[in-house]
């Protein structure tokens, strides 16, 4: 063990792992918040509830079923896409002609539903829910201890965001998509079924949300309360980075969580609003956000 | 030698909606006169409080076109203001109620400076942020008094006179604050200032090109929504003698959309109506518990699906007439 600007390197770098955890969580979110965004012009305000439905899912799934984590790691965003499919053919559709606002205001209502809900059956008090065995334990590093499931979260999430990335930026599909986003009308008239990649492209969005929040069920607890406390940090990393680059979402996302670890090692009492801060300076400094383009 | 021509049918159009807006005022007046001898005071008081708190918000949205998504801060702020300023300092109600609403103006200068900076949805979630940010330092400082709020706060002396632990002085006061604030709306909206800022809604970049700094309008335009907002919170601490982390939270933020939303985005009377029926259906409802957020999210989404106009907006698209 040492010490740096006088912290001891085990807090250091524990903190600077729980930065990239939080980080991973940013990261999954605003970029499923960018690519709706980007097909459905709507600003998902749902994306914190189905976060925490993902939790709710893993937790019910074992108590019910005894299915563990991994296979909870599958069927939850499974889930609750489908659960997003719905709410897209019943409620959004309605919506893609009209101004943007309807659409933040809609999905704050499901938002609500959905918390209510989750809270009259499950309270407000943490569920807790256990670590898969396999990811058990962990190693000593010398100067900071390293558990298994951490290391496990980030690369996940990193493995899944890349992906993501590179199925929308490099594939046939992500090039649909690109040009459905750019000129629905054109690429409809090629013969490719816009309405349904707009049904898809929300389910998988709702899908994604799921899955950091199976992930960070044995992290935090599973509570419905969850969602709506992260949701509002994610809209400020998506003011932050912009809306614009999906790369720039990711990067945005895992950068603030660090930053927001490390504030917590040096300076703990603005740890929940350094988030805000960095959003303000942002706003002063570049307008249209660090990946954003000039609307 | 030019002629000013005044087209017969618009003229005697406009001046009927004069007279709708004349006559739906005097009903809200009257109304408000004789509500509390029907149900009760309180009831009606923190309504009103509400009502001006909604009214400050849909002059954003109504009237400029911007969402404010984060407006709790202003009034949770003024709120724990006005009631440290009350109690601590031992200030009078007047003077604790002009202290909270101006720091709510000071916030609003300095968060709606920056949030003017982005457009459209952006705008929402960026004031959505600041005001989460202000929750989390309501958390932190001493003189909120975290969880537990300010309690306990003194009504006061009105101008150290009239003593307000009466609810009929009470009322009276708030009843007088509450139609100050609301003819200040009416009369934004009716001034050349407001014509701008509606053009500022229909066409920004026109509006630009016609010569307006529109940053200015928006900017304005914010900060009086902001101390509106603070008015309303500073006059419910001193009302009901509390102020506490739930007027800060982004609940609350939602409420005062939902109650401009179900009354009637963009109408005079519409938020007024609207906090009426959903403070009245909270008070209602309350012993199902959870479920209130529910309804609360079930309204959202009937009124953003089949009517977007509102209550007021539906019978003033009705009768044909502006309300």
Redesign the interface.
């Known amino acids: 063990m040492f010490t740096i600007f006088g912290v001891p390197s085990a807090a250091l770098f524990g903190q600077l792992l729980i930065g990239l955890i939080n980080g991973s969580f940013y990261a999954l979110l605003s970029l499923g918040l960018a690519v709706i965004?980007g097909m459905l012009n709507i600003?998902n305000f749902t994306h914190g509830a189905q976060y925490m439905l993902g939790a709710l899912a893993a937790y019910l799934l074992l108590q019910y079923t005894g299915l563990g984590y991994w296979p909870s790691l599958i069927f939850a965003p499974i889930v609750v896409g489908l659960l997003g499919i719905v709410i897209e053919r019943f409620?959004l559709q309605?919506?893609y002609k009209?101004d943007?606002?309807?659409g933040?205001?809609?999905t704050?209502?499901?938002?609500?539903?959905?918390?209510?809900?989750s809270?009259?059956y499950f309270g407000t008090a943490g569920l807790p829910y256990a670590l898969p065995d396999s990811l058990q334990g962990g190693h000593n590093l010398g100067f900071m201890f390293l558990p298994n499931y951490r290391v496990w979260v980030i690369v996940a999430s990193a493995t899944v965001c890349f992906s993501t990335w590179f199925v929308i930026e490099r594939t046939r599909i992500g090039a649909y998509l690109r040009a459905a986003t750019e000129n629905p009308t054109l690429v409809r008239a090629f013969g490719i079924n816009v309405p349904r990649m707009i049904t898809l492209t929300y389910g998988f969005g709702a899908a994604l949300a799921a899955f950091a929040g199976v992930m960070a069920a044995p992290i935090y607890n599973v509570s419905p309360n969850m969602g709506?406390e992260l949701i509002?940090?994610v809209?400020?990393v998506?003011?932050i980075g912009g809306m614009g680059s999906i790369l720039g979402a990711i990067i945005t996302g895992f950068a603030l969580g660090v930053v927001e670890g490390l504030t917590k090692v040096f300076f703990p009492?603005a740890s929940?609003?350094v988030v805000?801060?960095i959003?303000?300076i942002v706003?002063?400094v570049r307008?249209?956000?660090l990946f954003g383009r000039r609307? | 030698m030019t002629e000013r021509v005044v087209d017969p049918l618009t003229h005697s159009q406009s001046a009927w909606r004069t007279r709708s807006e004349t006559i739906a005022f005097a009903i809200m007046v009257a109304a408000l006169v004789v509500a509390p001898f029907i149900t009760y005071p309180l009831f009606v008081m923190q309504a009103m409080c509400f009502a001006l708190f909604a009214c400050a918000f849909n002059l954003l949205i109504g009237y400029v076109g911007l969402l404010s998504f984060g407006h709790a801060l202003y009034f949770g702020w003024a709120s724990y203001v006005a009631a440290h300023a009350a109690k601590v300092w031992g200030l009078t109600p007047e003077l604790a109620i002009l202290t909270g609403t101006l720091t709510a103006v000071a916030c609003g200068v300095i968060a709606g400076s920056l949030a003017i900076r982005r457009q459209g949805i952006y705008f929402a979630m960026t004031t959505l942020a600041f005001a989460q940010m202000m929750y989390f330092v309501a958390l932190r400082v001493k003189f909120t008094g975290g969880e537990d709020g300010i309690q306990g706060v003194p009504r006061g002396h009105l101008f150290g006179l009239i003593d307000l632990r009466g609810e009929s002085a009470m009322y009276v006061v708030v009843l007088i604050i509450f139609l100050a604030g609301f003819l200040l709306i009416y009369r934004i909206i009716h001034s050349p200032f407001g014509e701008v800022l509606k053009a500022i809604r229909e066409n920004e970049t026109r509006a630009i090109s016609l010569g307006y700094k529109t940053d200015r309008y928006k900017l304005l335009a914010f900060v009086l929504s902001a101390g509106l907002a603070g008015l309303a919170g500073s006059t419910k601490a001193i009302l009901l003698q509390i102020a506490s982390l739930t007027d800060v939270n982004w609940p609350m933020s939602g409420e005062v959309v939902l109650m401009s939303l179900v009354g009637g985005l963009g109408t005079i009377f519409g938020p007024i109506v609207g906090s009426f029926v959903i403070l009245a259906m909270e008070y209602k409802l309350a012993f199902l518990g959870e479920w209130v957020l529910v309804i609360q999210g079930v309204i959202f989404v009937a009124c953003v699906l089949l009517f977007r106009r509102g209550i007021i907006g539906e019978i003033a698209n009705w009768l044909r007439i502006r309300l």
């Open positions: 965004f600003i409620f309605w919506l009209l943007h606002l309807y933040l205001l809609l704050f209502g499901l938002a609500l539903i959905i918390e209510g809900v809270r009259h709506s509002i940090v809209f400020a998506v003011v009492e929940s609003t805000f801060v959003m303000a706003l002063l307008p249209s956000g609307a």
